[in-house]
């Protein structure tokens, strides 16, 4: 296991802790607005299979009830901008509604994971 980000984002005023690690052909996300970070929700999504098609990433729910807009989105969008399956584990505390976390979160997202793909 590799990790290759660990970074802060703020989303007003909230901190956001986020860590991805390199696996076998896939990746493994931690997110949380939590120094430690816990289990939270816990989603899989996996890109399409066949190249140049224009389906879905396939998303998976395995575990937790909070947050599950947000988790899937965040999944099935690394694993797009990836091109590998990712497992996220979700686990934010705060009371902020989803609406409101999801476009900052999702933007900073994708500009770090595109940032990545462009280094490697």
Sequence with gaps: MELL??????????V?????????KSFLLLISDQKNMGIGSVTMASPPTIEG???????????????KL????????????????VLLLLFLKIKKKEEELVKP???SLKEILNKLMDDL
């Design 105 to 107: 979160l999702i933007d």
């Design 53 to 67: 098609l224009k389906s879905t990433v396939a998303s998976y729910r395995l575990f937790g009830v909070d947050k």
């Design 16 to 24: 956001i802790y986020l860590s991805l690690y390199k696996l076998h």
């Design 5 to 14: 980000i660990n970074k802060n984002i703020d989303i007003d005023g909230i």
């Design 70 to 85: 947000l988790s899937t989105i965040i999944a099935e969008k690394a694993s797009s901008v990836l091109k590998a399956p």
